[in-house]
């Protein structure tokens, strides 16, 4: 009998360690990241005349990448409402929410001074920094139960676990609102 593959591995572990609702936070979590770390090449790209990449405008004016992100979040909000439990569970459901939040997040700045300060130097590095760090860090604490089946099943160690403290405030910070492995989170 062949070795089994790290995915497999990872997909087994998924389904058998997370409920839907800590599935759900994952996959958020890791949308939010991939969506945040995507928008920020694309559009260092389109700054620097690289790629097939242009910014999107009508009639003259700019659509900022936020206004896509409050579409997403009106659609999860609407399945949130009115959707039954399965579609709102659903993986695709997540994808949403964590990329429609990573695009408003990525222009927070412009949000908040209500002007286009996307690349002032005045705070965006601490935005870029902090907001990465906030994605690897809860998508990590989303995918422990995961990649504790991993090193388990693989004869590793298991990773580590943060202290509560540290625990707690992650759990807070939850994007889909179930944090990995909280009671009653399915």
């Known amino acids: ?20 609702g800590q599935q759900s936070a994952l996959i958020s979590w890791l ?13 260092h790209a389109i700054r620097a005349g690289n790629g097939p990449f242009k910014n999107l405008s009508v009639g003259g004016e700019h659509l900022h990448h936020y206004m896509w992100g409050i579409g997403l979040l009106a659609g999860v909000g ?3 409402v009115r959707g039954d439990e399965k579609l709102r569970r659903h993986p695709v459901t997540g994808i949403a929410y964590g990329s429609g939040l990573a695009l408003i997040v990525d222009e927070f700045a412009l949000l908040l001074d209500l002007k286009d300060v996307y690349w002032a130097r005045e705070g965006r590095v601490s935005v870029d920094v902090g907001v990465t760090a ?3 860090v809860g998508s990590y604490f989303a995918a422990l139960p995961v990649l504790r089946e991993v090193a388990r099943k693989r004869g590793l160690p298991p990773p580590a676990s943060p202290p509560p403290k540290i625990r707690a405030a992650a759990n807070s910070a939850d994007p889909a609102g179930q944090a990995a492995g909280e009671p009653g989170s399915s």
């Open 31 to 43: 949308a939010f990241t991939g969506t945040f770390a995507g928008v920020r090449g694309i559009t």
């Open 78 to 80: 609407a399945v949130a």
């Open 1 to 20: 009998m062949g070795k089994r593959s790290v995915i497999a591995d990872i997909r087994d572990a998924f389904g058998s360690e997370l409920d839907t």
């Open 134 to 136: 906030s994605s690897v």
